[in-house]
């Protein structure tokens, strides 16, 4: 298997390297994140349905709207918690919030 690499700048251009580790994460500070995810979405999920007509949107939809949203901020105050999860590979960011979203569609 090939190692990944990441470019880096540097004062004298560019270089390769390993990307650092990913961050880890308490139950408690998973808990917060998902919590903000899910309060994100009560936010601006009324929204989001009647931009689609009021038809239901999948789980992968809401969690890829939540993500993007850049309203998590308002909802986790633990910014240093919030910088290491956006620090996490966007796969992983999915991973991370969807138990906060139980169900396979959501709608009103």
Known sequence: MKKKLILVQTANGVKLEAPPPAPTFTKEETEAIQGAASATWSYIGYDMLEANEGKALPRSH???????ANYMDAH?????????????????????VKPAFPFARYGY
């Open 76 to 96: 986790l105050k633990d910014k240093e918690l919030l910088a290491r999860f956006y620090r996490l590979a966007y796969a992983d960011r999915i991973k991370m």
């Open 62 to 68: 809401v969690i890829e709207v939540v993500l993007d």
